[in-house]
């Protein structure tokens, strides 16, 4: 028996008994700093579904220096766009994991036309799709100011800001103690580049997804928590 994806989702907020599970397949879609990493986590606490991050899983090929990694490195380190089979090669490899059947938070991912076009074909083969493309809005000037002020915890990935989201010890992660560094794409010069990208490749799937029906818009200012709070009304 299958139960409306609505009640599931409470159910689960309630008791996580893991209850009769609807997919909960959803994209965050927004420029970079809009807090889309800030939120898949606090998601995936909240519906215990995994966090698909391309750019996290591309840092840490870079990490591991594999071939990927390598590949990706002078793209990344531009603000440029890592080439799209790249990309879709590693969703497809990763969206197959046995921790995605009842549910994921793509973070990062379709960038481009291609991989949305992409990404459709290959959930389509394995019999699920998108309920939700969630487009997180902030302005630039914001955008900047969260970019440059952003720090990532090195061993968990966890995200601070030096003003807006502090660590309670400067350069210790809360979660881990792990240290927290700035990101090589979080300089100005690099951050200008990336947002010019998002513009002329990312921003084209708002519209490819209100044609779908599937466009949740939500306003990306204000405290982290209301911003929680919206996402999670429109999950509903
Ligand atoms: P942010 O969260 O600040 O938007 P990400 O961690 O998502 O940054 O991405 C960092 C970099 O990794 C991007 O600038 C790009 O070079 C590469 N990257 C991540 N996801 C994709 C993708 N879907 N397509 C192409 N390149 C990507
Ligand atoms: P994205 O994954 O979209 O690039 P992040 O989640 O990494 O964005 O957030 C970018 C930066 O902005 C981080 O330093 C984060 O701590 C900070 N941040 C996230 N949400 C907010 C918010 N609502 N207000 C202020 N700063 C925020
Ligand atoms: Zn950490």
């Known amino acids: 028996m299958k139960v409306l994806c609505k009640v599931e989702n409470e159910l689960r907020d309630e008791d996580n008994k893991g209850l009769v599970i609807m997919d909960l397949n959803i994209i965050l879609l927004g420029p970079p700093g809009c807090g889309k990493g800030t939120q898949a986590k606090m998601l995936t606490e909240q519906y215990k579904i995994p966090q698909v991050s391309t750019g996290d899983i591309l840092r840490e090929a870079l990490k591991k220096e594999t071939a990927m990694g390598l590949k990706a490195k002078s793209y990344m380190d531009s603000g440029k766009l890592v080439p799209d089979e790249v990309v879709i090669g590693i969703i497809q490899d990763r969206l197959k994991q046995s921790d ?52 990532t915890c090195r061993s968990c990935g966890a995200m601070y800001h030096v003003l807006f989201n502090p660590s309670k010890k400067e350069g210790v992660c ?54 929680f709070k919206r996402i999670k009304d429109v999950l509903k």
């Open 100 to 151: 995605c059947q009842k549910g994921f938070i793509l973070d990062g991912f379709p960038r481009t036309v291609v991989q949305a076009e992409a990404l459709d074909k290959t959930l389509k083969d394995m019999g699920k799709k998108i309920e939700h493309s969630i487009s997180i809005d902030v302005d630039d000037e914001e955008l900047l100011g969260r970019l440059t002020g952003r720090r």
């Open 174 to 227: 809360d979660a881990c103690s792990g240290e927290l560094y700035q990101r090589d794409d979080d300089k100005e010069e690099t951050i200008s580049n990336r947002l010019n990208i998002y513009k002329q490749q990312t921003a084209p799937l708002i519209d490819y997804y209100k044609k779908k029906d599937i466009l949740r818009l939500v306003t990306g200012t204000g405290k982290i928590e209301n911003i």
